[in-house]
């Protein structure tokens, strides 16, 4: 088995595990494999938006504890949290689309900075957990569009609403781990950055990979507006994984774990939005690709990467599959699920499994 495996099932069986943002992309994700992990999980989040969303189509209300709920509700947040006396927190709720946050920046910093308050609150609070992960985002660098990795300790900052509010959840973070969790005895806490994530059941607006999906299906060209922006590309469960590794540390050895850390794919999955697109058509096995760029589009950064050193030197996580393999496992999800009507959660434990039983290269 394993050594990832071993350290998992051993680190969350018959754990109790919250998760803020459950019913998201990546907050499904993460529950599926808290499950399949043997760990005791409730979901703290607002209701999905889509049938067709990854949550819904696991059934994961089945399978968890499920409270819909909203957090930036302060009482409500921490009702649940007394209730379930969870050991592990994994906080993921927030406004995840830049363009959307031009079009609502009060609800993009009332969820990213002031939700992340309240979670915080309500941890300073708890005598029950040990170790949890607080999830920010890439964007949250002052991105100066230069060429090599952002390192943990690189200045915050953000042009658009979206961005800025995960440089205000990291401060916010940063100040409450020295004022209140620095010195709390056997208790762990760390923020984390990840990169561009893709996977089967997103359907999130303005993103290429549910766009591209939603055209292929449809028979319609692929229309892209930023075709020379890069990103770093990763499978969701890159980052899951990460997020996972790290907690289990936490819980064991927070003094040394505690901070900020880095998940991103290696410099081979940075590509352009044009060079994705082609590769999911050819995935998919026919379509064709439209440019459309919009005159008086908001800002979107041009060039951005991790620098993942210190996950790869002090935690020994690796990527797993590159870029030619993030895209085939995720346009094969989609094929399975929407195409061959297979079932979701067949398709995406099968995913799972087969992500941990491959080693890194």
Partial sequence: MDDMVKELSTAFSGRRVLVTGHTGFKGSWLCLWLKELGAI???????????????????????????????????HLKKVVDKFQPEFLFHLAAQPLVRYSYQEPKITFDTNVGGSINLLEVIRENESLKSVIYVTSDKCYQNKEWIWGYRENDELGGRDPYSASKAAAELVFLSYYD??????????????????????????????????????????PISIRNPNSTRPWQHVLEPLSGYLMLAAKLYNEPNIYSGSW????????????HYLAEKIISSWGIGELRITVQDGAPHEAGLLQLNC????????????????STVEETVRWYKEVIVEGKLAVEISIRQIRKYMEESHD
């Fill in 41 to 75: 999980v409730t979901g703290f989040a607002l209701p999905p938006k889509q049938d067709a969303d990854h949550f819904n189509l696991l059934r994961l209300d089945q399978m968890i504890n499920h409270i819909e709920g909203d957090i930036r509700d302060l009482s």
């Fill in 179 to 220: 004022s209140y969790f620095k010195e709390k005895d056997g208790f762990g806490i760390a923020s984390v950055r990840a990169g561009n994530v893709i996977g089967g059941g997103d359907w999130s607006q303005d993103r290429i990979v549910p766009d591209s999906i939603k055209s292929l299906y449809n028979l319609n």
């Fill in 262 to 273: 880095n998940f991103g794919p290696r410099g081979s999955s940075i590509k352009s939005v």
């Fill in 309 to 324: 050193d210190k996950a790869e030197q002090i935690l020994d996580w690796h990527p797993r599959w590159d870029f030619n």
